[in-house]
């Protein structure tokens, strides 16, 4: 099956006054059609400068788009021009961001954002957009659509703005769902409905979701291959399953270990990663991850090794062979 | 809704009691008209005379008893200057300071608004910069000297416009600009730095996300709820406008209620002065209330709760 989203190589720089940022340093992944791409790691870590950049949404200047490739629908879209990337912004590829509480107008009705998207990419007339988006309303759950619509993000819960959310992003039926967070502002409670919805409404239009994560929980349930990034690089890139059973670097493990587990009797201590993620204005030499690494070699702090492939679909980015 | 209404009339009216009792004392400090209206060389019965035939040689509590139980027919009192109702000869004067008051607003908006926006969205560029440059000159330069320069230049030297006086659109164009200088300047201002905060927010980025345009992400999504803030100011600067210009109506013998409250002044004449007090109380009380309104036609937040 082929990808209808493809990264190569991505390099994305932000220049501010005194010092260059690059949060994002050769970011290669893609997602298939009914596809979950989990993307984890730590804040800072260029998930979300990675998200931003598919659709170009950080402000240039400071941001510039460095190098590599974003192929959708045979395009790169780091070479359309601002015209055309709007046409596919909300409408080949949507966004579902982290806090619904701030990511809606408090002053337009859910409605009328959502009939935005239809009238802008679909030329629907006002009535056809907002019985559209009445339809949308009641696909991702909420009850009582046609009233509801009329509302206003103020009179509606948490959960409920982030189901607006995921209606206004799949109103115009996109290929690629990028989702950015979308659980973490919500109760846990929440954040199960939101991945059940989520995973229903895959299932139903078939569209490709890059999941942006830092929940392993969230990523064992919904994902089917998962994308560790550290330090602005892809470090390891599997299949689920082979990721929690037979991680391949070094952080993932740490990853792994430091989250609470409920499959061990009595529960297993937290073993926590000791230092801090790397500074971006000046990250460590080599692999960003040899200072806090146990199985650091000395080699480590002048190479950093590329991601390459270990056993068929598994990649990982580490000087040390094998399974850990 | 009419709870609220109840509750807004009956504070409007306890305001503008307090003002008119106010008013009644203060303008009493500014000197007694009696000796002004009359030549130096009245006698004593010429003076008591006047006095008496003002009312002004009653007990103090008397004439303010006198003075609220005519506000509450609509009696403004006698102008004593003018020998008619204050009432009318303020609003002989209104319809000036009115076409004065929309012609500074007029040109307030026309700057400020795309001035800010311009500034908001290209921050930190020249162009921002330069605007606000501008409104610091704007803010910082007083209008009677603003007044004073524009006739210089463009009725004294250019010869387009009029200097002085009313009766055509020309007379409009300076005052209204020596007026809405300011109040340009300081929309301009408040309107980038609202603008500014609200394009940080998430959901212009939400908009953007959609596929909308920068330029539409500001105006759809943006403008409105940077308005918020701006609409009080405005809302404050249109109560002042109606209010009467004092230094520029003066610089540019505009006869309207800001030269009226200089000339009651003047010659002490108390129940004008009471009577521009009071009318100014008014008006701003009920731009208040169209602020209120409009907050609650701008905003579902406070329309709803």
């Given at each position: 099956m082929s990808s209808v989203l493809e990264i190569n190589d991505l390099h994305v720089e932000f220049r501010l006054d005194a010092d260059t940022v690059k949060p994002v340093n050769g970011v290669s992944l893609s997602v298939e059609a009914g596809e979950t791409l989990a993307v984890v790691g730590e804040s800072g870590s260029g998930k979300t400068a990675t998200a931003l950049s598919i659709l170009r949404l950080h402000p240039t200047p400071p941001c510039h788009y460095t190098g590599g490739e974003i192929l959708a629908g045979g395009r790169d879209l780091l070479k359309l021009p601002e015209r055309e990337m709007r046409a596919i912004r909300g409408n080949e590829i949507a966004m579902v961001f982290q806090d619904p509480m701030t990511s809606l107008n408090p002053l337009k009705s859910v409605g009328a954002q959502i009939a935005e998207s239809l009238r802008l990419h679909q030329g629907l007339s006002r009535s056809q957009a907002r019985a559209q988006a009445v339809q949308a309303l009641r696909e991702v759950g909420i009850p009582n659509p046609e009233q509801r619509a009329g509302e206003y993000p103020h009179q509606f819960?948490?959960?409920?703005?982030?189901?607006?959310?995921?209606?206004?992003?799949?109103?115009?039926?996109?290929?690629?769902?990028?989702?950015?967070?979308?659980?973490?502002?919500?109760?846990?409670?929440?954040?199960?409905?939101?991945?059940?919805?989520?995973?229903?409404?895959?299932?139903?239009?078939?569209?490709?979701?890059?999941?942006?994560t830092h929940d392993?929980?969230?990523?064992?349930?919904?994902?089917?291959?998962?994308?560790?990034?550290?330090?602005?690089?892809?470090?390891?890139?599997?299949?689920v399953d082979e990721v929690f059973a037979a991680p391949r670097m070094p952080y993932t493990r740490a990853l792994l270990r430091s989250m609470p587990r409920s499959d061990v009797p009595g529960g297993a201590p937290l073993d926590p990663i000791p230092g801090s993620p790397p500074n971006l204005f000046s990250p460590p030499g080599g692999c960003a991850f040899h200072p806090r690494c146990a199985l650091a070699l000395p080699e480590c702090s002048s190479t950093v090794p590329p991601l390459t492939e270990r056993a068929p679909g598994h990649s990982a980015a580490c000087l040390l062979e094998g399974s850990l | 809704m009419i709870g609220f209404?109840?509750?807004?009339?009956?504070?409007?009216?306890?305001?503008?009691?307090?003002?008119?009792?106010?008013?009644?004392?203060?303008?009493?400090?500014?000197?007694?008209?009696?000796?002004?209206?009359?030549?130096?060389?009245?006698?004593?019965?010429?003076?008591?005379?006047?006095?008496?035939?003002?009312?002004?040689?009653?007990?103090?509590?008397?004439?303010?008893?006198?003075?609220?139980?005519?506000?509450?027919?609509?009696?403004?009192?006698?102008?004593?200057?003018?020998?008619?109702?204050?009432f009318e000869v303020i609003m002989e004067r209104?319809?000036?300071?009115?076409?004065?008051?929309?012609?500074?607003?007029?040109?307030?908006?026309?700057?400020?608004?795309?001035?800010?926006?311009?500034?908001?969205?290209?921050?930190?560029s020249a162009t921002d910069t330069s605007v606000m440059a501008s409104v610091l000159v704007g803010q910082s330069t007083p209008a009677f000297w603003v007044g004073i320069l524009l006739i210089l230049i463009f009725a004294v030297n250019l010869q387009w416009l009029p200097a002085s006086g009313t009766g055509s659109p020309a007379h409009l164009v300076l005052p209204a600009i020596t007026l809405g200088l300011y109040s340009a300047a300081m929309i301009a201002r408040l309107l980038r730095s609202s603008l500014i905060d609200v394009l940080g927010e998430d959901y212009i980025r939400t908009a953007r996300a959609k596929g909308l345009s920068g330029f539409k992400?500001?105006?759809?999504?943006?403008?409105?709820?940077?308005?918020?803030?701006?609409?009080?100011?405005?809302?404050?600067?249109?109560?002042?406008?109606?209010?009467?210009?004092?230094?520029?109506?003066?610089?540019?013998?505009?006869?309207?209620?800001?030269?009226?409250?200089?000339?009651?002044?003047?010659?002490?004449d108390y129940p004008l002065m009471q009577a521009t007090v009071l009318f100014l109380a008014a008006v701003f009380v009920i731009v208040n209330l169209v602020v209120d309104l409009s907050y609650a036609l701008l905003d579902p937040r406070v329309r709803l709760s």
């Amino acid at each position: 099956m082929s990808s209808v989203l493809e990264i190569n190589d991505l390099h994305v720089e932000f220049r501010l006054d005194a010092d260059t940022v690059k949060p994002v340093n050769g970011v290669s992944l893609s997602v298939e059609a009914g596809e979950t791409l989990a993307v984890v790691g730590e804040s800072g870590s260029g998930k979300t400068a990675t998200a931003l950049s598919i659709l170009r949404l950080h402000p240039t200047p400071p941001c510039h788009y460095t190098g590599g490739e974003i192929l959708a629908g045979g395009r790169d879209l780091l070479k359309l021009p601002e015209r055309e990337m709007r046409a596919i912004r909300g409408n080949e590829i949507a966004m579902v961001f982290q806090d619904p509480m701030t990511s809606l107008n408090p002053l337009k009705s859910v409605g009328a954002q959502i009939a935005e998207s239809l009238r802008l990419h679909q030329g629907l007339s006002r009535s056809q957009a907002r019985a559209q988006a009445v339809q949308a309303l009641r696909e991702v759950g909420i009850p009582n659509p046609e009233q509801r619509a009329g509302e206003y993000p103020h009179q509606f819960s948490g959960g409920m703005r982030q189901r607006v959310m995921i209606a206004i992003a799949l109103a115009c039926r996109p290929k690629v769902l990028i989702a950015d967070e979308p659980t973490t502002a919500l109760d846990v409670t929440v954040q199960a409905q939101i991945m059940e919805l989520l995973a229903g409404l895959q299932e139903r239009f078939g569209m490709a979701i890059v999941l942006i994560t830092h929940d392993l929980g969230v990523v064992a349930r919904c994902a089917d291959r998962v994308l560790v990034m550290y330090g602005g690089r892809p470090v390891e890139l599997a299949a689920v399953d082979e990721v929690f059973a037979a991680p391949r670097m070094p952080y993932t493990r740490a990853l792994l270990r430091s989250m609470p587990r409920s499959d061990v009797p009595g529960g297993a201590p937290l073993d926590p990663i000791p230092g801090s993620p790397p500074n971006l204005f000046s990250p460590p030499g080599g692999c960003a991850f040899h200072p806090r690494c146990a199985l650091a070699l000395p080699e480590c702090s002048s190479t950093v090794p590329p991601l390459t492939e270990r056993a068929p679909g598994h990649s990982a980015a580490c000087l040390l062979e094998g399974s850990l | 809704m009419i709870g609220f209404i109840v509750k807004r009339v009956g504070h409007t009216l306890l305001v503008l009691f307090c003002v008119a009792t106010v008013a009644f004392f203060i303008v009493r400090l500014a000197g007694d008209p009696v000796q002004q209206m009359l030549p130096p060389e009245a006698t004593i019965e010429q003076e008591r005379a006047l006095r008496a035939s003002l009312g002004f040689d009653r007990p103090l509590l008397d004439q303010y008893v006198s003075y609220m139980t005519g506000l509450l027919g609509l009696d403004f009192g006698q102008s004593v200057f003018f020998h008619r109702p204050a009432f009318e000869v303020i609003m002989e004067r209104l319809p000036l300071t009115i076409d004065l008051a929309v012609a500074a607003m007029a040109f307030t908006l026309i700057v400020s608004i795309p001035a800010g926006i311009v500034a908001a969205v290209r921050r930190g560029s020249a162009t921002d910069t330069s605007v606000m440059a501008s409104v610091l000159v704007g803010q910082s330069t007083p209008a009677f000297w603003v007044g004073i320069l524009l006739i210089l230049i463009f009725a004294v030297n250019l010869q387009w416009l009029p200097a002085s006086g009313t009766g055509s659109p020309a007379h409009l164009v300076l005052p209204a600009i020596t007026l809405g200088l300011y109040s340009a300047a300081m929309i301009a201002r408040l309107l980038r730095s609202s603008l500014i905060d609200v394009l940080g927010e998430d959901y212009i980025r939400t908009a953007r996300a959609k596929g909308l345009s920068g330029f539409k992400a500001v105006t759809a999504h943006g403008l409105r709820n940077a308005s918020l803030p701006v609409v009080t100011v405005v809302g404050l600067e249109v109560g002042s406008l109606l209010g009467g210009a004092i230094l520029t109506e003066q610089v540019f013998s505009w006869p309207g209620i800001g030269r009226l409250t200089v000339e009651a002044i003047t010659y002490r004449d108390y129940p004008l002065m009471q009577a521009t007090v009071l009318f100014l109380a008014a008006v701003f009380v009920i731009v208040n209330l169209v602020v209120d309104l409009s907050y609650a036609l701008l905003d579902p937040r406070v329309r709803l709760s």
